[in-house]
């Protein structure tokens, strides 16, 4: 912690630039320039980065094109071999990435730290994985005895439109995955974390990655993210986001009058957890609040609904009360604070207006309070309320809000139909000591990652593989053992 804090005060005044990055040149213009502020405080200055403009996007996917053939006959070791030194340079510049990540994204330093190993963990768990599985042909040995060799090449130029959440983790996830597979890339980072990106594009280009093969577009999903999608010379797309947006994906990816593409979606949720009268409630407790407000409830992982037992509720919530009296709301660099600000004033707004919507049809069960130091920035106070029934949540609401259902016993399965019937499927928290009870919901519900007596954020990059199902996502899960082959073609020597 020490150190990374110090980090933080050394670079509290450092302004960083960004802007396209085409063919190794960092460009300064582009379609107009957008000045970066600190979430947590919006009177201070972060830096400027240059949006592209629609030539640069052109320009950007030629080179990338031009560049697929040498980048892709490269042994997938040597394309794994860029990848381990980048690992190396984010890990030797923890620091600054760490204060990047506090300023650009609001983030808390422990929230920065983990960033940053996630992103090392990501580009080191693919790399290995290509160098294992990719450098030679595998064998494929049929029913009548004899041998095939399947090989395994990149596609061509990769789009990769990353969130602003995660912004180096699953940038980085995405983009490594994609170049150590065989492709180019083009990348188009979230327009609130294009400092973050561009920082981590310089240092891949100083791992050794070709200029050819990785090309940096800031800008808007409409300025930048439409015609990159449309364009006939994208082979695949790697998308983390909100559902719409993977929707208009989609559109525009099946509009197009060529080759049909992989597209790789990992969306949205409505993430619940589902408390028996068995669970333990001080455990619970625990649990409930790290999933719904660490990060400022900003994971697309993280709980938004807690189904409790009529028979524990009361017990449950009053736990809950009390433990959200003790969250401290503050300035992301101080060691106290467990909930910093949320991502933007747009953020910021819609959960204040979902807040206010609440007061009328729901019961306010606790809401911290924010201090005084935080009056410039884009807080959101951590609340919890009781509502009747999921139904009346129409949309993911991404920030610190835990909504809370009460059950009865004999309603275990209406509940999980219930949940199922939303269409996202990405996480789920179950907290039962009955075996049977939690197997039982953990076959009927329809998600991709059920957690059962622990938190439910978290995942760990080749341990816990993470995504979704439904609106939540296509997979193949991140920082899992078949997400890099959808980057891939096969080929079969017969
Ligand atoms: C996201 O928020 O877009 O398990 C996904 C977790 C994180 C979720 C990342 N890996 O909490």
Sequence with gaps: WQPFSESVQ????????????????????????????????????????????????????????????????????????????????????????????????????????????????????????????????????????????????????????????????????????????????????????????????ELMLEAGVPTGAIQLLPGTGAEVGAPLTSDPRIAGVAFTGSTETAQRINRSLAARDCEPVPFIAETGGQNAMLVDSTALPEQVVRDVVRSAFASAGQRCSALRVLFIQQDIADRVIGLIKGAMAELSVGRPELHSTDVGPVIDVTARDKLLTHIQSLKNQAKLVAQATIPDSCQHGDF??????????????????????????????NELDQVIDQINQTGFGLTMGVHSRNERTYSHIERRARVGNCYINRDQVGAVVGVQPFGGQ????????????????RFTQDCVEA
């Design 10 to 201: 050394a670079f509290a005044d450092h302004q960083w630039q960004a802007g396209p990055i085409i063919n190794g040149v960092a460009l300064q213009a582009g379609e107009r320039v957008f000045a970066v502020t600190a979430p947590y405080d919006r009177r201070e200055s972060v830096g400027n980065v240059a949006f592209a403009n629609a030539a640069q996007v052109n320009e950007a996917i030629s080179i990338a094109a031009d560049t697929y053939p040498q980048w892709s006959a490269l042994p997938a070791a040597e394309r794994a071999a860029c990848l381990q030194r980048l690992a190396d340079l984010l890990e030797e510049n923890t620091g600054e990435l760490v204060a990047l990540c506090h300023r650009e994204a609001g983030k808390t330093i422990q929230d920065g730290i983990d960033e940053i190993r996630e992103a090392v963990d990501f580009c080191r768990f693919y790399a290995n994985q290509a160098a294992e599985e990719f450098s030679q042909p595998k064998p494929v040995m049929g029913f009548d005895g004899t041998t095939r060799q399947l090989s395994y090449q990149g596609r061509g130029v990769f789009a990769c439109i990353s969130p602003w959440n995660f912004p180096l983790a699953i940038f980085l996830g995405q983009v490594s995955a994609a170049l150590v597979a065989g492709n180019t890339v083009v990348a188009k980072p979230a327009e609130q974390t294009s400092l973050i990106a561009f920082r981590a594009i």
């Design 470 to 485: 439904g609106l939540s996502g296509t997979g193949p899960k991140a920082g899992g053992p078949h997400y890099l082959y």
């Design 380 to 409: 959101v106070p951590p609340s919890a309320f009781e509502i009747p029934s999921i139904d009346v949540l129409e949309n993911e609401n991404f920030g610190p809000i835990l909504h809370i259902v009460r059950f009865k016993a």
